[in-house]
């Protein structure tokens, strides 16, 4: 059974950074894109960003790529995602989700709040 | 960025009716087209991909048609287990978009 387990997420200061993990059983990580999608408190879907099975090449929305960055660990099935300079509109739940074409599995969520 | 539109951003029906919730492209997609259902308090779930596509385990009630910019998710004889937000989102192109999701209601 694929589960991905998210964590790391809590109340954090503006400008501050955290960082998230998603630790992922049940498949072979390492043959996998990975994603990080967003929901916003009004339920807002936003895609984050994805990476390449080996972590040699990592894509990002536009809007996200300068302060967020997504990277893996094969050997320990886990998948990060470092947030800096955090802002209050990047409150959200986290999840992150296998990626082939597209998001079909989801672990359960890690909510960040920004707030001072 | 490829905009998705979503509609309506709420319905009510009652048990046993079939009900349709639209996604309109802002381009051509080439049914490079999901749609996810999310219950309450619980993660987003694969329904249909590319279109018209159902996921393993996904009940035949629920279909997808559609093409170009124009899709749609359709649910027939509507169940209590089925209240969710639906939305829909483009793999055509980068960044990644989602519609702003359907809330749907018992009656």
């Known amino acids: 059974e694929v589960q991905l387990v998210e964590s790391g997420g809590g109340l954090v200061q503006p400008g501050a950074s955290l960082k998230l993990s998603c630790v992922a059983s049940?498949?072979?990580?390492?043959?996998?894109?990975m994603s990080w999608v967003r929901q916003t408190p009004g339920k807002t879907m936003e895609w984050i960003g994805d990476?390449?099975?080996?972590?040699?090449?990592?894509n990002y929305a536009p809007s996200l790529k300068n302060r967020f960055t997504i990277s893996r660990d094969n050997a320990k099935s886990t998948l990060y995602l470092q947030m800096s300079n955090v802002r209050s509109e990047d409150t959200a739940t986290y999840y992150c989700?296998?990626?082939?074409?597209?998001?079909?599995?989801w672990g359960q969520g890690t909510l960040v709040t920004v707030s001072s | 960025d490829i905009q998705m539109t979503q509609s309506p951003a709420s319905l009510s029906a009652s048990l046993g009716e079939t009900v349709t919730i639209e996604c309109l492209a802002s381009?051509?997609?080439?049914?490079?087209l999901a749609w996810y259902q999310q219950k309450p308090g619980k993660s987003p779930q694969l329904l249909i991909y590319?279109?018209?596509s159902l996921n393993d385990g996904v009940p035949s009630r629920f279909s997808g048609s559609g093409s170009g910019t124009q899709y749609s998710l359709k649910i027939n004889s509507l169940q209590s287990e089925d209240v969710s937000i639906y939305f829909c989102?483009?793999?055509?192109?980068?960044?990644?978009?989602f519609g702003g999701g359907t809330k749907l209601e018992l009656k």
């Open positions: 989700t296998t990626r082939t074409n597209w998001f079909a599995y």
């Open positions: 049940g498949f072979t990580f390492s043959d996998y894109w």
């Open positions: 990476i390449k099975y080996d972590g040699s090449y990592t």
């Open positions: 381009e051509d997609i080439y049914s490079n």
């Open positions: 590319y279109a018209n």
């Open positions: 989102q483009q793999n055509y192109d980068s960044p990644l978009t």
